[in-house]
């Protein structure tokens, strides 16, 4: 149902006009099709009948959030930000906003080439004077950059003391491959999972090359907590990075 309300709007509109009013789309759909009390999604705090399967994980279809967004919602749920600076790489919409609106002048979203966030930082090269954040997230970013070593160096200068990241990068079986210099998208979908993407990373290696750069690293596997995870649409096989400077 979801992809057939999504396929009539496209038929209908131009993808301009739907990718700018995106929100208020997915909330006409949510309203018609997806309002229950099966689920609830942590981004949009919305109660759910069921979430959408998609090809990239269970979708929010109210707030268009997935599994990784949630999982970092409910993360960021235990944690007191009141007076903590928090700079967020590539947030997701409407987790930008509720952090925005929680944090105000403390929250720092960034996104490079995107329109959406008030900063748009290169994370291999930031304009930040050193040890000036409390918590980083950086979530799906650095298998994009091309040297990710300057990136997660630049990530341990800013941060300060004592902070905290919460790092999430897709991993794979065997060792981590690699090609900054590759430029092909289709070459790029094949060895590294997205046409985007630079690199695809090994768990144990990810977790090295952070522990190289200063960082006390502690990766989490989620199914080892005690979440709802039917409930929230979490998907169990997913890890998060925490690290400490």
């Known amino acids: ?52 399967k998609a090809e990239t994980g269970l979708l929010c279809p109210n707030c268009g959030s997935l599994p990784r967004t949630r999982l970092l919602k409910l993360k960021l749920n235990e944690l007191n930000l009141t007076t903590q600076k ?16 929680r944090l105000n002048s403390h929250y720092y979203a960034s996104d490079y080439l995107g329109s959406l966030t008030p900063y748009h930082f290169d994370i291999q090269n930031m304009s930040i004077e050193n040890d000036f954040f409390d918590i980083i997230i950086c979530y799906h970013v650095l298998e994009h950059v091309p040297d990710d070593k300057k990136s ?51 768990l144990e290696d990810f977790c090295g090359r952070l522990k190289n750069v200063g960082f006390k690293v502690n990766p989490i596997k989620i199914k080892t907590l005690e979440l709802k995870f039917d409930f929230f649409g979490l998907n169990e096989e997913e890890t998060i990075i925490e690290v400490r400077k």
């Open 1 to 52: 149902m979801y992809k057939l309300l999504k396929n009539i709007l496209f038929a209908l509109l131009p993808k301009k006009v739907i990718y700018a009013n995106e929100a208020f789309f997915r909330k006409v759909i949510y309203s018609i099709k997806y309002k229950g009390n099966n689920h609830l999604c942590p981004v949009c705090e919305k109660k759910i009948s069921t979430f959408v």
């Open 86 to 101: 928090v700079l967020h790489f590539s947030p997701h919409r409407e987790l930008q906003k509720g952090l925005t609106q």
């Open 152 to 202: 997660m160096e630049e990530l341990y200068r800013i941060m300060k003391p004592n902070g905290m990241g919460l790092f999430q990068v897709p991993f794979k079986n065997g060792p981590t491959v690699e090609d900054p210099n590759e430029k092909d998208p289709k070459i790029r979908l094949e060895k590294f999972g997205q046409e985007d993407h630079l690199r695809w990373y090994n």
